[in-house]
Antibody, heavy 117, light 107 residues
Framework: QVQLKESGPGLVQPSRTLSLTCTVS????????VSWVRQPPGKGLEWIAA???????DYNSALKSRLSISRDTSKSQVLLKMNSLQTEDTAMYFC???????????WGQGVMVTVSS | NIVMTQSPKSMSISVGDRVTMNCKAS??????IAWYQQKPGKSPKLLIY???NRYTGVPDRFTGSGSGTDFTLTINSVQAEDAAFYYC?????????FGAGTKLELK
């Protein structure tokens, strides 16, 4: 069955770079896209970035200068890097299987990232 | 950049009631809207795509409507398990912006 699992450091120091991995199973990254979405504690959802089945990428324009999304199809992994972290980047980070035609239908459980010294 | 505005921010209703919540886009998004349900501590679940298409397995009490800039999610005969946050999202074109959400509470 379709599964996505996020992994990464729980705590990151301010100004450092965050690296998150989304490991998927049950589908191919060459057939579906994957999006990253975050949710600060007690707040709403924010779309961050997406990588599509053909390898093209989209970014939230407010975060674009700090973001990089890539994939390793041989490992069924999608990688998200965000640099210059600040405390306001503290959030639950989700990855989700995505299509431009219907949105995101399968989600990981999320990984909590805290930015603190 | 496109802004998705949801209203109301919260609502409190009784089991069996009918509820309607709104999502307004700052520009024409045609019918390119999805709706999600999120319960506390859980990941979002896709309910509706292309404004009015129910995703696989979603109960038929959930109905989406609208086009252009104004969209509505209606829940007929609300059940206790429908207490959650509901989010709209623009799809098909970047940026895939979410609305701020509507909190549905049961009395």
């Amino acid at each position: 069955q379709v599964q996505l699992k996020e992994s990464g450091p729980g705590l990151v120091q301010p100004s450092r770079t965050l690296s998150l991995t989304c490991t998927v199973s049950g589908f191919s990254l060459t057939s579906y896209g994957v999006s990253w979405v975050r949710q600060p504690p007690g707040k709403g959802l924010e779309w961050i970035a997406a990588i599509w089945s053909g390898g093209s990428t989209d970014y939230n324009s407010a975060l674009k200068s700090r973001l990089s999304i890539s994939r390793d199809t041989s490992k069924s992994q999608v990688l998200l890097k965000m640099n210059s972290l600040q405390t306001e980047d503290t959030a639950m980070y989700f990855c989700a299987r995505s299509s431009v035609y219907y949105g995101s239908d399968y989600w990981g459980q999320g990984v909590m990232v805290t930015v603190s010294s | 950049n496109i802004v998705m505005t949801q209203s109301p921010k919260s609502m409190s209703i009784s089991v069996g009631d009918r509820v309607t919540m709104n999502c307004k886009a700052s520009q024409n998004v045609y019918n390119n809207i999805a709706w999600y349900q999120q319960k506390p501590g859980k990941s979002p679940k896709l309910l509706i795509y292309y404004a009015s298409n129910r995703y696989t397995g979603v109960p038929d009490r959930f109905t989406g409507s609208g086009s252009g800039t104004d969209f509505t999610l209606t829940i007929n005969s609300v059940q206790a398990e429908d207490a959650a946050f509901y989010y709209c999202q623009r799809i098909y074109n970047s940026p895939y912006t979410f609305g701020a959400g509507t909190k549905l509470e049961l009395k």
